[in-house]
């Protein structure tokens, strides 16, 4: 079962990204447009705040981009863990031998 799902979180990642990059182009053509009318004194609030509404998903796409690598390195992490099961003992291991010596001094 956890392979399947690592294949299928793996899967979920690989569709995010181009995901992220047309969510981006979209904004700054959005934004684009905004700033001319704007340009163009046709300024009003509902420009303004679609302005402001677009900076957040340009932020909310640059985050999910983020969050991405940062699934993406946890898995791979995790992966080695679960491939080299004696290195997490080892890791164990010299944690107790050093509380063992911290608690000698």
């Not at 793996?10 to 979209?26: G, V």
């Not at 003992?89 to 063992?100: P, R, T, V």
Request: aromatic share 6%; proline share 2%; net charge positive.
């Amino acid at each position: 079962m956890t392979n399947s799902y690592q294949f299928g979180e793996s899967f979920n990642l690989a569709k995010i990204e181009p995901e992220i990059q047309k969510a981006k182009k979209l904004i700054a053509f959005l934004q684009s447009k905004l700033g001319k009318s704007i340009r163009k004194k046709k300024t009003s609030m509902d420009l303004q705040i679609a302005k402001n509404h677009l900076q957040i998903l340009l932020r909310d796409c640059e985050i999910a981009a983020n969050v991405k690598l940062i699934i993406k390195e946890q898995s791979l992490n995790e992966k080695y863990q679960r491939q080299h099961p004696s290195n997490q003992n080892h890791a164990e291991d010299l944690q107790q031998i050093s509380l063992g010596i911290e608690k000698d001094y």
